[in-house]
């Protein structure tokens, strides 16, 4: 059982910062990424600054390998439930209402496209606010 349980107001602060994030993020499509919770959408290194600026507007808070040490323990379990940081890699966080953001932000292995997976706290897969996220973002599991 959790110690408190998001509120109404929170999603509506949750999706308004969502919807200023989806219109400038670079690329339209989304997935559902089952190995983590997460929705995903990969973009051309081309886009990768306006994709961090984006990013940047949602998840205010990063670390790397080196500096993932200083990150709340919370998000350092959910970094390691991924596998950890590789070098290049990112650990990104946000609040929205008294929601906590995540996102992990993983260049390829050929160096040509980036990838961003972006969860919500500790909600479920079925739990509202992430049926809504997905949704928004038209994502299908």
């Not at 080196?66 to 350092?76: F, S």
């Amino acid at each position: 059982m959790r110690a408190m349980e998001p509120q109404d107001h929170d999603w509506e602060a949750l999706m308004e910062k969502l919807r200023l994030f989806q219109s400038t993020w670079p690329s339209p499509t989304w997935e559902w990424d089952s190995r983590f919770t997460m929705i995903a959408s990969a973009f051309d290194k081309a886009q990768e600054l306006a994709a961090r600026e984006s990013a940047a507007t949602l998840l205010t808070y990063a670390w790397t390998s080196a500096t993932l040490v200083n990150a709340p323990t919370g998000l350092q379990e959910i970094c390691s439930r991924s596998g950890g940081l590789r070098g290049g890699q990112m650990l990104m966080a946000g609040k929205a209402g008294g929601l906590v953001l995540y996102g992990l932000w993983w260049p390829w292995g050929g160096g040509s496209k980036i990838t961003l997976r972006l969860g919500i706290g500790e909600c479920e897969v079925m739990e509202p606010p992430f049926p809504q996220v997905r949704h928004m973002f038209n994502v299908r599991m």
